[in-house]
């Protein structure tokens, strides 16, 4: 993982001329069957996940599996300000239409069921398409790690919202 965040930061300094959302798309190609970790933040990284009844609607929207269809969700977590995810973009899907479609539904279904107004995700996403030589296993190590790292919990499983599809995550356990 550090690779990957160095990755990030050098393309931040490589192309310096390029801000915000544009250099976020700069190079972003769509191939059905690659797996892509993604980032995506809330409007203004407000932490509105802090809300137990916004984390656990949003949680139930994003553990849907019809929600992600043609594409697959392999892991995510939904921090308080963000949301890592893991995903195999399916056939004939753009990467950032998933993404437009995974953000417009969760926030229609959180407004709508709590009552929460103005917007609730920011503008744009953060992609990686992972290589052969990076190891899904450690991707996701990575993304149900972040609660640790940001000293939420001790342990990731005493998280509620987050799932691996492999791993037996704890929104069945927790959050529901």
């Not at 437009?100 to 744009?124: M, N, S």
């Not at 640790?148 to 995550?169: I, K, Q």
Request: proline share 6%; hydrophobic share 40%.
């Amino acid at each position: 993982m550090a690779a990957l965040i160095s990755l990030m930061q050098i393309d931040c300094m490589t192309y310096p001329h390029i801000s915000g959302y544009r250099q976020l798309r700069n190079g972003r190609r769509s191939i059905p069957g690659q797996l892509y970790l993604l980032t995506t933040v809330t409007h203004r990284r407000q932490p509105h996940f802090l809300d137990p009844s916004l984390a656990r609607t949003a949680a139930r929207v994003l553990s849907t599996s019809t929600l992600w269809f043609p594409s697959r969700c392999l892991s995510w977590v939904l921090m308080p300000d963000h949301w890592h995810g893991l995903i195999e973009l399916g056939e004939d899907v753009g990467l950032s239409t998933t993404v437009q479609r995974v953000k417009g539904v969760t926030a229609h279904i959180v407004k709508q069921q709590c009552a929460f107004e103005g917007p609730l995700w920011a503008k744009g996403f953060h992609d990686h398409a992972l290589r052969r030589d990076e190891s899904v296993e450690k991707v996701t190590g990575y993304i149900i790690a972040n609660p640790v790292r940001a000293r939420l919990v001790r342990d990731p499983m005493d998280y509620p919202y987050w799932d691996a599809c492999f791993m037996g995550g704890g929104i069945s356990a927790h959050a529901l």
